[in-house]
């Protein structure tokens, strides 16, 4: 019997920042519940799917040899419990090849890997034809990790519980970023028993009500943003990293509104007043010789999104097989 095999789909998907991410006590299954605000950056990873005979993934880019090729890969995972979830013929192994082209950094506090995953999940929901929701999408989502729900919806949203419940924000016009990324990743369970570490030693400060951020970004003014900026996780990140205090500070001598850690760490974000300041800012940073590598991005941009839209014509004619 003759199969049709459908071609590959490629899906384009965000590297996040949380503007503000205001960290709660400790819970008892290991989370800490949270207040944050993600913003979706133009910094992406690009996921393909292809149906194959041969199941296996692999990874090209940015920190490709730090990012594992088996079943702990984060998309790896989202493909079996989208597998297990639609009633796959094969089950929990799909016989799929997944080719993960990464411009996120690893382990940068970005959500490179939520990205991978939240990708995975609309690049296979389109290969299988399958007949769900991205509200759907999204529960399988939070399954896989806190940071994956975002990356299917991208933009501007408000992320509460452990990161995973998401409001929309409004956010007027275009916000432009420095990104330095670090030589090596930090692991973001380490960065949190720091932090639980710092406040059983004592009281760091903890940042305020999310209120003013969203008020700044329905502003749309960078300068009122700048001032608002806030992550609980930076003291332990920095506490792990002393080196960032360095990069952060040569980020604002270097022009930029102000500047902070990104999610976990250690990627530290740079807002900037416009397109120009930033790639003024990026190109000062990237001589100050406090990071591995300098990028420009701007936000908000859309989430995980097919590459050439849901629906553009396909590029490859579909091959058929016995
Ligand atoms: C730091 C952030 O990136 C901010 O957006 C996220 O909170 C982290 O999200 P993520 O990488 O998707 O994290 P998960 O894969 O869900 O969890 C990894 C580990 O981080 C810690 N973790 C994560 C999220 C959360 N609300 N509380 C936590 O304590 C836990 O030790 C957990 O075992
Ligand atoms: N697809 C993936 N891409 C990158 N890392 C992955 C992936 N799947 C699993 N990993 C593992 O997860 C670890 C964390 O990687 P990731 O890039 O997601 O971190 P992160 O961006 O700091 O995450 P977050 O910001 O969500 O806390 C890596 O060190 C790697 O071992």
């Given at each position: 019997m003759l199969a049709v095999v459908p071609p590959p789909v490629t899906v384009r998907v965000p590297a996040k920042v949380n503007l503000h991410l205001a960290?709660?006590?400790?819970?008892?299954?290991?989370?800490?519940?949270?207040?944050?605000?993600?913003?979706?950056?133009?910094?992406?990873?690009?996921?393909?799917?292809?149906?194959?005979?041969?199941?296996?993934?692999?990874?090209?880019?940015?920190?490709?040899?730090?990012?594992?090729?088996?079943?702990?890969?984060?998309?790896?995972?989202?493909?079996?419990?989208?597998?297990?979830?639609?009633?796959?013929?094969?089950?929990?192994d799909p016989k799929v090849r997944i080719v993960l082209r990464k411009g996120i950094p690893v382990a940068g506090g970005m959500a490179g890997g939520s990205a991978d995953a939240a990708a995975t999940l609309v690049g296979l929901a389109s290969l299988w034809k399958l007949d769900v929701t991205r509200d759907e999408l999204a529960a399988i989502a939070g399954k896989l990790g806190s940071d994956v729900p975002f990356a299917l919806y991208g933009g501007t949203?408000?992320?509460?519980?452990?990161?995973?419940?998401?409001?929309?924000?409004?956010?007027?016009?275009?916000?432009?970023?420095?990104?330095?990324?670090?030589?090596?990743?930090?692991?973001?369970?380490?960065?949190?028993?720091?932090?639980?570490?710092?406040?059983?030693?004592?009281?760091?400060?903890?940042?305020?009500?999310?209120?003013?951020?969203?008020?700044?970004?329905?502003?749309?003014?960078?300068?009122?943003?700048?001032?608002?900026?806030?992550?609980?996780?930076?003291?332990?990140?920095?506490?792990?990293?002393?080196?960032?205090?360095?990069?952060?500070?040569?980020?604002?001598?270097?022009?930029a509104l102000a500047g902070c850690v990104s999610g976990s760490g250690p990627t530290c974000a740079f807002l900037c007043a416009d397109a120009q300041a930033a790639v003024e800012v990026a190109a000062e940073l990237s001589g100050a010789g406090v990071c591995r590598t300098v990028r420009v991005a701007h936000g908000p941009v859309p989430g995980a999104r097919l590459v050439g839209g849901d629906d553009a014509p396909r590029g490859t004619p579909p091959r058929v097989h016995a």
């Amino acid at each position: 019997m003759l199969a049709v095999v459908p071609p590959p789909v490629t899906v384009r998907v965000p590297a996040k920042v949380n503007l503000h991410l205001a960290i709660g006590d400790l819970r008892e299954d290991g989370y800490h519940d949270l207040v944050t605000v993600f913003q979706a950056l133009s910094l992406t990873d690009e996921v393909t799917v292809a149906v194959t005979d041969e199941p296996g993934l692999e990874v090209f880019g940015e920190g490709e040899g730090s990012v594992p090729t088996d079943a702990t890969n984060l998309a790896w995972r989202a493909a079996q419990e989208l597998a297990t979830y639609a009633g796959r013929p094969e089950g929990a192994d799909p016989k799929v090849r997944i080719v993960l082209r990464k411009g996120i950094p690893v382990a940068g506090g970005m959500a490179g890997g939520s990205a991978d995953a939240a990708a995975t999940l609309v690049g296979l929901a389109s290969l299988w034809k399958l007949d769900v929701t991205r509200d759907e999408l999204a529960a399988i989502a939070g399954k896989l990790g806190s940071d994956v729900p975002f990356a299917l919806y991208g933009g501007t949203a408000l992320g509460t519980g452990r990161g995973e419940q998401l409001v929309p924000v409004l956010s007027r016009h275009t916000f432009h970023w420095v990104l330095a990324f670090d030589s090596e990743g930090l692991s973001t369970p380490k960065v949190f028993k720091e932090l639980d570490r710092l406040r059983a030693d004592g009281n760091p400060p903890r940042i305020g009500s999310h209120t003013p951020v969203v008020e700044a970004l329905a502003s749309g003014d960078p300068r009122q943003l700048a001032l608002l900026l806030g992550n609980d996780l930076q003291a332990a990140a920095v506490s792990l990293r002393p080196g960032l205090r360095r990069t952060l500070r040569a980020g604002v001598n270097a022009g930029a509104l102000a500047g902070c850690v990104s999610g976990s760490g250690p990627t530290c974000a740079f807002l900037c007043a416009d397109a120009q300041a930033a790639v003024e800012v990026a190109a000062e940073l990237s001589g100050a010789g406090v990071c591995r590598t300098v990028r420009v991005a701007h936000g908000p941009v859309p989430g995980a999104r097919l590459v050439g839209g849901d629906d553009a014509p396909r590029g490859t004619p579909p091959r058929v097989h016995a």
